[in-house]
């Protein structure tokens, strides 16, 4: 969810959602944020209940450092605040209405606390104040001309470059009631400014705009009333929908163009003008938002060092990876998984649709021997003829000789043999020959040895194989003729038969072969990658249901918003 999402659901639910909703939404991202380990977020939630039951009203003063932000919280609350003798602050410092008192946290999670104004307090707190290393916040109380309930806070200026200003900033932004960023006069409108403006306008809460140090203006030079309005003007153009623009000297509040009491009533008028929905819902969204930052930034943590671990450079070339931009850890371990994925269905599609290739050309021999007609009528006629002719009494003609005889058998083992070897070529073996071909020219690269398969059914049919399957003693009648011609057809069936089941284990090798060479790569990067794929499919697996359970919370809170 982006930015400008976050500002229009916030503003829209905080008009929608009952009070004690509110709890409820709490509840839930706790339980969110507890279950994936965001311990940070869990604390804030905490913070709001906490805030909640105060009813404190905090306004967080921004700006570049020396800016004027402790001078100006100094003017608003009627008395010289401790940090005003501070040239910056490196940590938030919460003042609020009390008895004199400063209480400091530490990162280790102790706290210190001092009771008084006095000089030795003073250095104390000027002490914690520069301390950004080990102190986390300071709150102090004093008695301080503001409602009880209102908290002023003064963060690190907005220019720092160290880590913890910055943690410390969004913390203060996270609690905001109401934003003040606070300029000196020479640095209106710097681009910095009008960009720090528009973020802060995305956190949908009340935002001043406080132009300081106007003590420093040169009537000379030009107007007054001509600078402000240039300023306003600007600010206008540039798309700002400020809740109020302001000019002051919080050194000379009294001087003519100051607006600081002014400022200071419209404060007090917008703080008490917030509801709970108001003042609580962006927070929420915030925060919801920060989450779902926090579980992508631990998922590319995680992505690194798995990346790390599986030996896959940020930027190394990997085949079925695109590298073509730079990307996120994440995204780039999503995309290593989603080749691996492809490169699994790339060799599990090739291999089953080699097996089937296989079977269907194993079933394309099989239809062949088993259809085929190879002993019709003519033939069996042949091999009856044949076996009639085996006969010990066999005689040809009356003036029968052996002679004459021999030859009569000769001819008839020649014809028995001519014509079934040409039923054979022409039933069985030209259709082998045509699936064969048919093969070769689809690319599959056979084995030479194919080659003598054929020759061999081409030469098994000779008149000593035909005389082979005579059965030994049987009787030389008609009957048996027939049986015999049974013997012939089931002999050549079988014949072709283990001819086609080496044709058709040549078929696979070279199916195989083909298959190797088109999956190879495919091949390879699974082999490289098998160790750890499931460990980084985990970690995908883990990023989408984090992410899938914010985009639901977040559906949960619109929805309750839509009921309203």
Same mark, same amino acid.
């Given at each position: 969810?982006?930015?400008?999402?976050?500002?229009?659901?916030?503003?829209?639910?905080?008009?929608?959602?009952?009070?004690?909703?509110?709890?409820?939404?709490?509840?839930?991202?706790?339980?969110?944020?507890?279950?994936?380990?965001?311990?940070?977020?869990?604390?804030?939630?905490?913070?709001?209940?906490?805030?909640?039951?105060?009813?404190?009203?905090?306004?967080?003063?921004?700006?570049?450092?020396?800016a004027?932000?402790?001078?100006?919280?100094?003017?608003?609350?009627?008395?010289?605040?401790?940090?005003?003798?501070?040239?910056?602050?490196?940590?938030?410092?919460?003042?609020?209405?009390?008895?004199?008192?400063?209480?400091?946290?530490?990162?280790?999670?102790?706290?210190?606390?001092?009771?008084?104004?006095?000089?030795?307090?003073?250095?104390?707190?000027?002490?914690?104040?520069?301390?950004?290393?080990?102190? =986390?916040?300071?709150?102090?109380?004093?008695?301080?001309?503001?409602?009880?309930?209102f908290?002023?806070?003064?963060?690190?200026?907005?220019?720092?470059?160290?880590?913890?200003?910055?943690?410390?900033?969004?913390?203060?932004?996270?609690?905001a009631?109401?934003?003040?960023?606070?300029?000196?006069?020479?640095?209106?409108?710097?681009?910095?400014?009008?960009?720090?403006?528009?973020?802060?306008?995305?956190?949908?809460?009340?935002?001043?705009?406080?132009?300081n140090?106007?003590?420093?203006h040169?009537?000379?030079?030009?107007?007054?009333?001509?600078f402000?309005?240039?300023?306003?003007?600007?600010?206008?153009?540039?798309?700002?929908?400020?809740?109020?623009?302001?000019?002051?000297?919080?050194?000379?509040?009294?001087?003519?163009?100051?607006?600081?009491?002014?400022f200071?009533?419209?404060?007090?008028?917008?703080?008490?003008?917030?509801?709970?929905?108001?003042?609580?819902?962006?927070?929420?969204?915030?925060?919801?938002?920060?989450?779902?930052?926090w579980?992508?930034?631990?998922?590319?943590?995680?992505?690194?060092?798995?990346?790390?671990?599986?030996?896959?450079?940020?930027?190394?070339?990997?085949?079925?990876?695109?590298?073509s931009?730079? =990307?996120?850890?994440?995204?780039?371990?999503t995309?290593?998984?989603?080749?691996?994925?492809?490169?699994?269905?790339?060799?599990?599609?090739?291999?089953?649709?080699?097996?089937?290739?296989?079977?269907?050309?194993?079933?394309a021999?099989?239809?062949?021997?088993?259809?085929?007609?190879l002993?019709?009528?003519?033939?069996?006629?042949?091999?009856?003829?044949?076996?009639?002719?085996?006969?010990?009494?066999?005689?040809?003609g009356?003036?029968s000789?052996?002679?004459?005889?021999?030859?009569?058998?000769?001819?008839?083992?020649?014809?028995?043999?001519?014509? =079934?070897?040409?039923?054979?070529?022409?039933?069985?073996?030209?259709?082998?020959?045509?699936?064969?071909?048919?093969?070769?020219?689809?690319?599959?690269?056979?084995?030479?040895?194919? =080659?003598?398969?054929?020759?061999?059914?081409?030469?098994?049919?000779?008149?000593?194989?035909?005389?082979?399957?005579?059965?030994?003693?049987?009787?030389?009648?008609?009957?048996?003729?027939?049986?015999?011609?049974?013997?012939?057809?089931?002999?050549?069936?079988?014949?072709?038969?283990?001819?086609?089941?080496?044709?058709a284990?040549?078929?696979?090798v070279?199916?195989?072969?083909?298959?190797?060479?088109?999956?190879?790569?495919?091949?390879?990067?699974?082999?490289?990658?098998?160790?750890?794929?499931?460990?980084l499919?985990?970690?995908?697996?883990?990023?989408?249901?984090?992410?899938?359970?914010c985009?639901?919370?977040?559906?949960t809170?619109?929805?309750?918003?839509?009921?309203?």
């Open positions: 969810m982006n930015q400008e999402a976050i500002q229009m659901m916030a503003g829209a639910v905080a008009e929608a959602v009952p009070i004690d909703a509110l709890a409820n939404w709490m509840e839930q991202l706790v339980i969110l944020a507890q279950g994936h380990g965001d311990q940070q977020r869990v604390e804030r939630v905490l913070l709001l209940l906490e805030k909640r039951r105060t009813e404190a009203r905090h306004i967080v003063f921004l700006g570049h450092f020396s004027g932000k402790s001078s100006l919280m100094n003017a608003l609350a009627g008395v010289s605040l401790p940090t005003s003798p501070l040239p910056t602050s490196a940590n938030l410092v919460f003042v609020s209405h009390g008895e004199p008192r400063m209480v400091a946290l530490f990162r280790d999670g102790t706290r210190a606390a001092r009771v008084g104004d006095d000089d030795e307090a003073r250095q104390l707190l000027a002490a914690w104040s520069t301390d950004a290393r080990d102190v =986390v916040r300071i709150d102090v109380t004093l008695p301080v001309n503001l409602p009880a309930h908290v002023l806070v003064d963060t690190p200026g907005v220019d720092s470059t160290d880590v913890r200003h910055e943690e410390a900033t969004k913390h203060a932004l996270f609690l009631d109401v934003i003040v960023f606070v300029t000196d006069y020479n640095h209106v409108l710097a681009e910095d400014h009008l960009r720090l403006l528009r973020a802060l306008l995305k956190l949908n809460r009340p935002l001043f705009f406080v132009v140090q106007i003590d420093k040169n009537a000379w030079e030009l107007s007054f009333e001509w402000a309005e240039n300023v306003r003007a600007t600010l206008q153009d540039e798309g700002m929908d400020l809740t109020g623009v302001y000019f002051v000297s919080a050194l000379h509040p009294e001087m003519p163009d100051s607006e600081l009491f002014t200071k009533d419209q404060l007090e008028v917008t703080l008490d003008a917030r509801d709970e929905q108001a003042r609580f819902i962006p927070a929420l969204m915030q925060l919801l938002e920060e989450h779902r930052a579980c992508v930034e631990q998922a590319n943590a995680a992505s690194a060092d798995a990346l790390t671990s599986a030996r896959l450079d940020a930027y190394e070339p990997l085949e079925g990876v695109d590298t931009e730079v =990307v996120d850890p994440l995204t780039r371990l995309s290593v998984v989603r080749a691996c994925e492809e490169a699994k269905e790339h060799v599990l599609h090739a291999q089953e649709t080699s097996a089937k290739r296989v079977s269907s050309f194993q079933e021999l099989d239809g062949v021997v088993n259809q085929a007609i002993l019709p009528y003519h033939t069996t006629e042949l091999a009856v003829r044949f076996v009639e002719a085996q006969a010990p009494n066999f005689r040809v009356f003036l000789t052996s002679a004459k005889v021999e030859r009569e058998r000769e001819a008839r083992r020649v014809a028995l043999t001519e014509d =079934v070897a040409e039923k054979f070529h022409t039933g069985i073996i030209a259709h082998l020959r045509q699936i064969y071909l048919r093969e070769m020219q689809e690319g599959v690269s056979f084995e030479e040895k194919c =080659v003598a398969l054929f020759e061999r059914l081409e030469q098994c049919v000779n008149p000593a194989w035909v005389t082979s399957h005579l059965a030994a003693g049987a009787l030389t009648t008609e009957s048996y003729g027939y049986q015999y011609a049974k013997t012939i057809d089931a002999a050549l069936r079988s014949t072709a038969r283990a001819v086609t089941r080496e044709l284990s040549m078929y696979e070279a199916l195989k072969k083909e298959l190797d060479e088109q999956t190879q790569s495919s091949r390879a990067l699974l082999d490289r990658l098998q160790p750890y794929l499931s460990s499919c985990a970690i995908e697996e883990t990023a989408n249901l984090r992410a899938e359970a985009a639901a919370l977040a559906r809170w619109q929805e309750g918003m839509d009921v309203q």
